[in-house]
């Protein structure tokens, strides 16, 4: 250990230099003649005479006070670097509102100490924002197990923050419980609660109801074959339409959605700067081809419904639908609960998609392409991934392939009993 002498001492071998400088030729004589008298070394009692002398204003150089000052500035410099590379590395769950479970904590602390950060100076930092974490307390935590519940809330708390910036964050206490007994999870609803709160999650809730557009009076229409009753005892069998505009830097963009009833899937979707048939029909054939090559192609008498605008009462779509074998279903004028099956879902998609913050965008929607860009990213999810409470928290296409998997089933049970009898 480095020799450490009492102040008093310091000071009193300085002062004989000083005193009896005058008799020898320079400092480092006094200080080889005197400091071994006293037990201290000549080059030590050399630098504690310069020193001295500086301070006294009797040679140039930084004063005691200053490096003083100068070691101060350096040690505030550096628990300021500190702090921050610590702040830096805490980012992930010192969120606004969130907050991380003794767990959590004392896995961080390891990992700062791992890389040579204090155990202080990580409290410290946590205490300023607001985390309640004591050198004390987390040393209490290393010694003792932590609590089975504490653990369960750690993987929930940690498997929530998994969702930032996916468009699973989008979930409801509901839905978010149901994912996560997908992902292999025992969690209970009532158990999201609590955590869902602290990370201050609390899913997406709709907007405005939806409006009717203007239809032109007089026009011939379809009936209404569905009488508001959206239930579809299989795929291909009933499908419903409509569309929502979208505000960009470079006017409105318009998206046409065809969902099947069944399994809520969008089958077909389309965007266009104009609103007219030609965006329509092409959602149309869009869906169609979508379904043949999927190997489900669309039976003849297949139900398609939508509201009475314009696109859809005009005489091109009417033909076409007439072409394809299709039976036209229009709901009546000005009243949105009789395509309420497709505003529903035009409702997730501005909630979902669209909107400010929203997952599947990466900054202002400047213009169609930017649209179409969403809405491919979207569509995808939806269709692939996200959970809906009608279909027993499955994903559309999860749902179809469920229903043929059964279908096939079924027709092997039955060709397996006519070889048998």
Known sequence: MPKRYPEDQRERAVRMVLDHLGEYDSVFAACSAIGPKLSIGRESLRRWVLQAQIDADERPGVTSAEQARIRELERENREMREANEILKRASNFLREGAR????????????????????????RVLREQGVQAAPRTYRSWKSKAP??????????????????EKPESLYGRRKMTAWLRREGHAVARCTMDRPMRDEAMNGLVRGRKPKAGPVPKDSQRAPDL???NFTAVRPNAVWV???????????????????????RAIVGWHGSTIKDTDMVLTTLKMALWRRDQEGTPVPEGMVHHSDAGSQ???????????????????????????NALAESTIGLFKNECIRKGSPFINGPLKQLA?????????VHWYNTARLHSSLEMAPPNEFEQTYYAQIDASSNDEATSKKTA
């Open 312 to 338: 859809y009462t005009s005489i091109r779509f009417g033909e076409a639908l007439l072409l394809e074998g299709l039976a036209a279903s229009i709901g009546s004028v000005g009243d949105a609960y009789d």
């Open 147 to 164: 609590a089975a519940r504490t653990v369960s809330d750690a993987v929930i708390v940690k498997a929530l923050k998994d969702t930032a």
């Open 100 to 123: 991380p479970s003794p767990p959590q904590i004392t896995g961080f602390i390891d990992e700062l100490r791992a890389d040579g950060f204090g155990v202080e100076p990580a409290c």
């Open 370 to 378: 930017d649209v179409e860009k969403a809405t491919m990213d979207w």
């Open 241 to 263: 339409t409509d569309f929502p505009y979208v505000r960009t830097w470079s006017g409105f963009v318009y998206v046409a959605f065809a969902i099947d009833v069944f399994s």
């Open 226 to 228: 569905l009488n508001r």
